[in-house]
């Protein structure tokens, strides 16, 4: 349930939105129009921190196929877990 101090702000709130319109003319159609009421984007996904890093910098998050510098050295013998950050 609203505060009475937060049902004071939004009614503030509203008559300034309300000032705000009649100062510039605008209308609801024209705010609808650009956008003012479409929903927020969605938020872009967390990166995945880097797991397995090699002594050049060279880095991989673990998702997606193996990079070619990993492989290479897995391929000569070297394990995964040599280059597990952390």
Do not use: H
């Not at 129009?33 to 880095?59: E, K, M």
């Amino acid at each position: 349930m609203a505060t009475k101090a937060s049902e004071n702000e939004r009614a503030d709130a509203i008559r300034w939105i309300q000032a705000q319109m009649a100062d510039y003319g605008l209308t609801m159609e024209e705010l609808a129009a650009a956008g003012c009421f479409d929903p927020p984007p969605p938020p872009p996904p967390v990166p995945r921190p880097v797991c397995y890093r090699n002594a050049a910098g060279q880095s991989w998050n673990g998702q997606g196929d193996m990079p070619d510098w990993l492989r290479r050295a897995v391929n000569a013998g070297q394990s995964v877990e040599f280059f597990r950050m952390g």
